[in-house]
């Protein structure tokens, strides 16, 4: 049996409800057909955005939303995706699939999305590819509250009210598909383009994201911090950027061969659990490297592009980047959202790659059908988490399983009163017990024990079966400590305590 000691008075970061944000791309069926399906669909909507989605993204608390990219935003100029749509440009989506891209989506039904599911913004804007104007006129577009060209364009467009952007991003990997740039190259249009992101409400400043890493890339973090880190000023206030991205995918065969996302043996099981788990080594690698900049962790750091990434499904369009969602994506999901809790006092926000349909979605739509993933489930257990304040646990007892990983990983906050746990049993094929206990006997009282697990680690929702793995309830047995919970093999299970 495991142990988990919880020092639930000793409060160590906060949890900003931003680290379980989520993306969506113009790519493959995530927007179009998953998140919107046009006010003419028969498939029940409203303003075009699909009802069934997003009653299961609001049910899941989604914190923020990051569009249009990813690759795609170092494409986009966004007066094509504004005004009639009738009259709306036309054009080949290059890098996802080749396919007709007529820009029915745009910024009005972005926004029109984000107050549907009620989430908070965040805007991906074109370095790559675009104009230092065109950024600076979208930024006026979308926030700027009074008399302006931009701000008349808006009216006439049907929206006389500014919007609430909540972040800015200035480009996205631009060290690959926004520009393919050497770090000094991008640090420094990055000092340029930012500077036109201006900040019209006042008291609501828009936060700006630099484009960081992708996965162990130092070069890039130390580059880009030399050229633009730069501390907030006390009369200015604002610094250049409020957050630095980092991107990384588990691609359990590596990049180029990448693997099934259904089809997998014990071994290549437990490479994916490893490169799971090897978020937390790039967290401490480009954290220390802001740190250096930082110490005091006034910027965050956005990991606002993770997840699985397998091999597409057979027989559908390799540039739609579709993959089925099994057991093995919820432990992926269990233990990167426990990663990221334990590093939140850098880590402030996290996009999970993709929402619907793409990647480790949490939504796969057919149709008119809808179905909920793995990955769904353990994101709702852990929504408890969100605006919590992490406090200092420690396991013991662990055992060892393939790849020399450690079978229990888990992580613990406090909010409103309530201690929420999280523990992931990354064991195939063993189960464990692990007795928690608190400090003090305040929080004696159970007040949700659930539990994401199936009998094998392969299993995953379909059309057929849609709730093959679902979040059920739980048995815990009290102890005067606390409770002990036994987690078969391969779970994710979430505790409630209150007092
Ligand atoms: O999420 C798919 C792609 O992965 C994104 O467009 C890009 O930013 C990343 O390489």
Redesign the pocket.
Known sequence: MATLKICENEKLSHINPEVYGH?S?H?GRCIYEGLYVGEESDIPNVNGMRSDVVAALRELKVPVLRWP????ADEYHWEDGIGPKENRKKMINT?WGGVMEDNSFGTHEFFELCRQIGCKTYINGNVGSGTVQEMSEWVEYMTFPGVSPMADLRARNGHPEPWKVDYFGVG??NW??GGNMTPEYYANLYRRYQTYVRHYDKAAPIRKVCCGANVDDAFWTRGVMETCFKLPHPEHHHGFMDALSL?Y?VHPLGWEKKGSATEFDEKVFYTTMKKAMYMEDLINLHGGIMDEYDPEKRIGMSVD?WGS?YTVEPGTNPGF?YQQNTVRDALIAGITLNIFNKHSDRVKMACL??MVN??QAVILTEGPEMLLTPTYHVMHMYRHHQDGDLVRSQLSGVKTVGEGLPQITESVSVKDGVVTVTLVNLSASESEKVDIQLSDGAYGKLLESKIVASGDIHDHNTFEDKDKVTERDWNVTGTDKGVVVEMPAASVVELRLGK
């Open positions: 993306f791309e790519l990219g990813g690759c795609f890098h996205n990997e690959g598909c991107h995918y592009e990434w980047l790659a993709q793409v990647l």
